[in-house]
């Protein structure tokens, strides 16, 4: 009789269990169809296509192993692809990250009138990137540029900001640095804010002065802020598209032709789509390793409240 | 006295330095040529014919507006998605439910670029070039948005919906009638930002569009600067700030409900 009893609640909470699945799952529904026409499936299509020889309309043609792979490793534009890749990163994200935290530091003060100058420094959050290539296409400009302008000022010659292999990524790594700024500027006030005041008074009772306050208080307290803006920093610049097609369209001479720009050569112009495929695979394992790598070492000097 | 002179010096400069481009577009777009030629940081009378040109030579309140269909139909789309999904890894107790989580919070691994050739062939096959499908329906699911939200559903006590229970509420109402209203803030952070970031789309409308009907604000922006010459950087950046203006006026208004949303994903990740 019991023993019945027992059954039966099990079973129905076997019941109540399925049926809330089904709940589960439909609530998720729209996700899972979404996230599997436009993410799931065309990542294992980009990996297919890897291993094939695909036209521009994307008929698939005769299987060719590794061989895209084994052609990146040997192209020489592929090799500048990479190296231009990271030293974009190299040459943005720490920038990025320095003057925003910079930024948000003066922000934090408790002044009067402080609200205008966040919003100020918010405001390239606003910049499309087409927007801000435009502008600075027109502050690069050779003659009527005011940069070389400015530089004119005090008897310096002008520079090839955009034409020059020399100067070319260095130009859209700048402008990249400028879009930048509001986001992180914005994530990193959000952190420093989070202080608490109590640490601050009690340094402050010690005697501690502004420098010491800044290095022992708030970068230590402030670091899995300064950590998560990293890895988006680090994410985003692998990612840089838009300002490289209207500034220097991975010219001159492909010193500014970095990874996505490259994909998108190689696809969409040349109609490789096997070949972009393999750039596309690299690419992605790219992010995974800086991920990875970031959050086993990185997160070991990030220190949590 | 000294320190706060000083703070406010380094407060202005920095403001100065970091919204110069944006100051100067907009002085330029006030130029004549012949200013624009002399290198002139402002104009000497304020003149409106750059902006008069540039919207009777290409059809820039065509490209705004199809821009703002785009990103509110992406912003719609990825609130109520997101909604939905978060509603169920927090108030659903199902089996699997961590493991499914994990799988989706694994997607944000993916770089989006690299799964644009398929993507693109999938938006080819449909014959959805050169439509509002094809440039919105890629970003509906956007596992970012399901996280932030489930970290503030989260926050929502399961005791409200054990009474709401009681009282005979079902779960699809739970979800509008209090779910919905108590996360207003974080609903707007990500509302916002999916608006921000898809008005400011670049390779993928440049990729599923190739004439003017869904033609969105940015690359129309790119046409006009490949087919004029330098002599219209008037023009050019009077259309910068056609194109600046909603964005930063949305930013503006928005800027305290993007921080304490953003804020509160990044401090609680």
């Not at chain 2, 402002?42 to 919207?55: M, N, T």
Request: charge should be neutral; aromatic fraction near 16%.
């Amino acid at each position: 009789m019991q023993g019945g009893k027992a059954r039966k609640v099990r079973k129905s909470g076997y019941h109540n269990q399925k049926k809330l699945f089904g709940i589960g799952m439909l609530y998720l529904l729209p996700a899972f169809v979404f996230l599997g026409v436009f993410l799931f499936y065309p990542m294992f299509k980009t990996l297919y296509f890897s291993f094939f020889e695909v036209g521009g309309n994307g008929q698939v043609g005769e299987f060719v192993g590794w061989d895209h792979y084994i052609e990146l490793t040997k192209s020489e534009e592929f090799r500048k692809s990479m190296k231009g890749t990271f030293l974009f990163v190299l040459y943005t994200v720490p920038a990025e990250i320095i003057i925003a935290f910079f930024l948000a530091v003066l922000a934090s003060e408790k002044l009067k009138g402080i609200g205008f100058f966040r919003t100020i420094f918010a405001s390239t959050m606003g910049v499309s990137v087409a927007a801000g290539a435009t502008i600075f296409l027109f502050l690069f400009h050779p003659s009527l540029g005011v940069l070389n302008n400015i530089l004119g000022m005090f008897g310096i010659d002008g520079v090839e900001w955009l034409t020059s292999s020399d100067w070319a990524l260095f130009s859209v790594a700048m402008t990249t640095v400028w879009m930048h700024l509001g986001i992180n500027f914005i994530i990193l006030l959000g952190g420093i804010q989070n202080v608490p005041d109590e640490l601050y008074e009690s340094a402050d009772m010690d005697g501690a002065g502004y420098w010491s306050k800044l290095f022992k208080i708030t970068i230590p307290l402030t670091s899995p802020v300064i950590f998560f803006v990293t890895i988006i920093a680090l994410i985003g610049a692998f990612q840089t598209f838009g300002q490289i097609d209207i500034l220097t369209s991975g010219g001159p001479a492909g010193a500014t032709n970095i990874i996505v720009y490259s994909i998108y050569q190689e696809a969409f112009q040349y109609g490789n789509f096997g070949f972009a495929s393999a750039q596309a695979i690299i690419l992605f394992l790219i992010i995974l390793v800086v991920t990875i790598i970031q959050f086993k070492y990185g997160e070991k000097k990030v220190h949590y409240q | 006295m000294i320190r706060k002179f000083l703070m406010y010096t380094l407060l202005i400069l920095s403001a100065l330095v970091l919204f110069f481009p944006i100051l100067y577009a907009i002085s330029a777009s006030f130029m004549q040529p012949k200013e624009i030629y002399a290198g002139e940081l402002f104009p000497s009378s304020i003149s409106f014919d750059a902006y008069k040109e540039v919207f009777d030579s290409i059809p820039l309140l065509h490209y705004l507006m199809v821009s703002f269909i785009m990103s509110f139909m992406v912003m719609v789309g990825q609130l109520v998605i997101s909604s939905l999904s978060a509603f169920a890894f927090s108030f659903i107790k199902f089996k699997g439910r961590d493991l499914i989580f994990f799988l989706f919070l694994s997607t944000m691994l993916i770089p989006w670029e690299a799964t644009i050739i398929p993507n693109f062939l999938t938006i080819l096959n449909l014959s959805w070039i050169n439509t509002y499908q094809g440039l919105s329906f890629p970003f509906f699911a956007l596992p970012f948005g399901i996280f932030l939200l489930r970290q503030h559903f989260l926050t929502i006590p399961q005791e409200l919906w054990e009474s709401a229970q009681m009282d005979g509420c079902s779960r699809f109402k739970f979800l509008i009638r209090f779910v919905i209203p108590l996360s207003k803030s974080s609903l707007s952070a990500l509302g916002i930002y999916g608006f921000l970031t898809t008005w400011n789309q670049y390779l993928w409308p440049l990729l599923v569009t190739n004439d003017d009907t869904v033609r969105t604000v940015q690359i129309g922006l790119k046409m006009l600067i490949a087919n004029e010459s330098s002599s219209s950087w008037n023009m050019v950046m009077a259309a910068v700030v056609a194109i600046l203006l909603p964005t930063l006026l949305l930013l503006f208004f928005g800027i305290k409900h993007i921080r304490e949303g953003l804020t509160a994903g990044a401090l609680k990740g």
